[in-house]
């Protein structure tokens, strides 16, 4: 599954440990929920960074005290028709400050790449290699967008308003 | 009209352009079916018994006569010469091949219509009073808060993949023509006290299986935090509506689970950390909005001219023009409603002739625009009444102008068992049996204003459970069997019918509609208590007594 970065394919330097397997040293982990809050006190003192696969069925305004321990969030969508992940998004974006890396997992398609680019993400885990490599044609098949989102992109509504979205923030 | 600008445009072509790219992938097999389903559909394409259909916005159910001549076009070339205007200011397209939907839907883009969002789990064509900025009763022009929330819904990065589909309507008039009570959320525009505009905002409200009446949560919001208090909806509902089962996935169980204090409390923190935020509208944003509204420039025009009093002597005019033509907030004009009720056809069909009659007439006598109502009926809002003799001559000559609309043979219908691929029984043959029956207009105006609305599934696309009379389709031991509700309403009293009793078979539909008229007709306090009245005075128990002692 190639990961997109910013537009570009990268490696991934995180490895997913399962949450009955053994954490490994020196290296970056993506780890799940409950192991991430059973093992918080402990991961602390770890050397090497730490992200969280966040789901979607749990508030979002509960990551905030960890955040600062965190290196990478990840956010699932088991089905691409589940967009629980967009609202997360925006709120970690908007709300919680978030700025660090920010993965979307699970059932990535092509046609939901600008979706998320726009909610918020960063880090995009496609399923297909032929998704991702029409990773620029997907995120460029608009040039209008109507409403304000998190991304830089600027909206006809904020054109109308007459500010951008850094002027408001602020 | 609301004028597109050259980034709309922009944006239409694009979409076509990347639904071109996904039925390509599609066709290609890049996509899997289950991949592009929502995708089609938020384009307006459904996979229905026979065919793909199409559906198409009429955002807030404005349309110049360009743009009809163009949906006629796309009737005919990629249809079989007719389409379907539905409850929810769309109009549907039943038979056009999929390789060729790209073809039409660029040739519709050409005149500013589209497809998108009218189906999906998205926020849906936004719906509003078809008599907006034509009727005397109501506080603004309710379509111009249409089309903010028309842009500001249109391919949402966060509300695209809701729970389920979203509707929202606004009525501006106290006389509520939108439905919005049973919408998931519906907005009352009014001036407060002190003469600022602001919406009654309601959630929870829809029909299909489980159906609920929409419940106040704010009685008044400043019109310009409108989009401010919709994303602090939509976030929650993305987040917490459920997700587990399509049946209660709508906004309206939530609010129903939660109930409507735990989420409108849920609303309004949302909102304080957002209401100040990039979504706030400016004056200058709304009246960038309102100024590409063109308005008709009206003649100054004196009340009942000489050449209606004249025609007015005609007594078939006469009738035609008591049902069909209503009052108008400029001095000289009126509204027109055209009814797609002709005794006998299947509610809400228009074939291309007839659409291209009603695009000629509009551009003729009433400054090129037409509007669709949800009672499936076209109007045209703006004509003048000295010009109305020969608008109902050509509307007669087109077979347009029964007059017959908000009687009993102007039924709302879905498109039940002769389309759609989960009906349980026929919807549209009911609907011309039951007009039949009251094909004699005296009769039905005797009757007067009664409303039958008729859904072939639980899914109540044809809204049952607000009609006057309601008739649901239920399949029993593989027989269609229909179940009849009397005194529900959609309007500002918006209330769900009541069951009469027993469903019964297809044969005795017509019959049993009959006897519950003929029952009204004996019972009412007289001519002038309609008979929804007539059923909230008594019950349905009178009804079902004789109606059932008959059969
Ligand atoms: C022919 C293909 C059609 C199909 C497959 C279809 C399917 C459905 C389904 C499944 C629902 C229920 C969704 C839910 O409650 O979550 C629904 C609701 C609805 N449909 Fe249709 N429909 C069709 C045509 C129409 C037509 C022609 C109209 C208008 C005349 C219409 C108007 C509506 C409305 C207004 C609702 C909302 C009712 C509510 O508030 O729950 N539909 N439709
Ligand atoms: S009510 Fe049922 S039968 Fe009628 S159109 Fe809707 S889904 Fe089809």
């Not at chain 2, 060729?100 to 883009?109: D, F, R």
């Not at chain 2, 979504?279 to 309102?290: F, M, N, P, S, V």
Request: hydrophobic fraction near 40%.
């Amino acid at each position: 599954m190639p990961l997109i970065e910013k537009g570009e394919i990268v490696a991934d330097l995180y490895v997913r440990v399962a949450d009955d397997e053994p954490l490994p040293e020196g290296v970056a982990v993506l780890i799940g929920i409950d192991r991430f809050l059973n093992e918080a006190e402990a991961l602390k003192g770890r050397q090497a960074p730490v992200g969280v696969i966040w789901p979607n069925n749990r508030p979002i305004a509960e990551i905030a005290p960890h955040l600062g321990q965190l290196s990478l969030i990840a956010l699932n969508f088991p089905s691409f028709r589940d967009g629980r992940a967009y609202s997360q998004a925006r709120l970690l974006r908007e709300r919680l400050g978030w700025t660090g890396p920010l993965r979307a997992i699970g059932n990535v398609l092509r046609d939901q790449f600008l979706l998320m680019e726009r909610s918020g993400f960063d880090q995009i885990d496609a399923v297909k290699p032929a998704d991702a490599a029409a990773f620029d044609e997907a995120v460029q098949a608009y040039t209008v967008f109507y409403q304000p989102a998190t991304d830089a992109r600027p909206s006809l509504l904020r054109q109308r308003l007459g500010r951008t979205l850094a002027g408001v923030r602020s | 009209m609301y004028a597109y600008d050259e980034f709309d445009r922009a944006f239409l072509a694009e979409r076509v352009a990347e639904f071109r790219d996904q039925v390509g992938r599609r066709l290609s097999g890049a996509l899997s079916e289950d991949e592009f389903k929502p995708l089609r559909l938020m384009n307006g394409v459904y996979l229905q018994l026979h065919a793909y259909m199409l559906r198409i916005a009429i955002p807030y159910g404005t349309l110049n006569a360009a743009q009809l001549r163009r949906m006629a076009h796309v009737a005919r070339v990629y249809d079989r010469g007719y389409g379907h205007f539905t409850t929810r200011q769309n109009i549907q397209f039943n038979w056009i091949k999929l390789e060729e939907l790209p073809e039409a839907m660029a040739s519709l883009a050409e005149v500013g219509v589209h497809g998108i969002q009218t189906s999906g789990n998205c926020i849906r064509n936004v719906t509003t009073d078809q008599w907006a900025a034509a009727t005397p009763e109501e506080c603004d022009d309710p379509r111009i808060w249409a089309e903010i929330l028309r842009q500001y819904s249109t391919l949402h990065p966060e509300f695209t993949y809701l729970p389920r589909k979203f509707k929202i309507a606004i009525t501006a008039a106290g006389h509520d023509r939108a439905a919005i009570k049973v919408h998931d959320v519906g907005l009352r525009l009014h001036r407060n006290e002190a003469g600022e505009l602001g919406f009654e905002v309601l959630v929870g409200g829809g029909l299909g299986r489980t159906p609920f009446v929409g419940k106040s949560i704010r009685p008044f919001l400043p019109a310009r935090e409108l989009l401010s208090y919709i994303e602090a909806i939509m976030r929650v509902y993305n987040q917490y509506g459920r997700r587990d089962n399509i049946y209660k996935a709508r906004i309206k169980i939530l609010v129903h689970e939660i109930g409507a204090e735990e989420f409108s409390k849920a609303v309004e923190a949302e909102w304080a950390a957002i209401r100040d935020g990039a979504l706030h509208l400016t004056d200058e944003a709304i009246a960038e909005i309102r100024d590409r509204f063109i308005y008709p420039s009206f003649e100054t025009l004196e009340n009942e001219p000489a050449a209606l009093t004249e025609a007015l002597k005609d007594s078939r005019f006469a009738t035609w023009h008591r049902n069909s033509v209503q009052a108008h907030k400029v001095p000289g004009y009126s509204i027109v409603t055209i009814s797609l009720k002709p005794v006998g056809a299947p509610p809400g069909d228009a074939t291309a002739d007839q659409m291209e009659v009603v695009a000629d007439l509009a551009e003729r006598y009433g400054f090129s625009e037409i509007r669709v109502g949800h009672e499936q009926n076209l109007c045209l809002p703006h004509v003048a009444q000295k010009d109305l003799p020969a608008l109902w001559a050509a509307l007669e000559a087109a077979g347009l102008a029964t007059p017959n609309v908000n009687l009993v043979n102007d039924i709302i219908a879905c498109p039940g068992l002769d389309y759609c691929a989960l009906a349980n029984a026929r919807a549209i043959p009911v609907a011309q049996e039951i007009a039949k029956r009251f094909a004699d207009l005296d009769r039905a105006r005797g009757v007067g204003r009664l409303h039958i609305n008729i859904s072939g599934c639980i899914n109540a696309c044809g809204h049952h459970h607000v009609g006057h009379i309601g008739i649901l389709g239920v399949e029993k031991n593989g027989q269609e069997f229909y179940q009849i509700t009397l005194g529900g309403r959609a309007d500002e009293h918006a209330q769900l019918g009541t069951l009469l009793g027993p469903a019964v078979s297809y044969e005795q539909v017509p019959g049993l509609v009959e006897d519950v008229v003929d029952t009204y007709m004996e019972l009412r306090a007289g001519p002038h208590e309609l008979f929804i009245d007539t059923v909230a005075r008594l019950g349905v128990e009178p009804f079902k007594e004789r109606v059932y002692a008959a059969h």
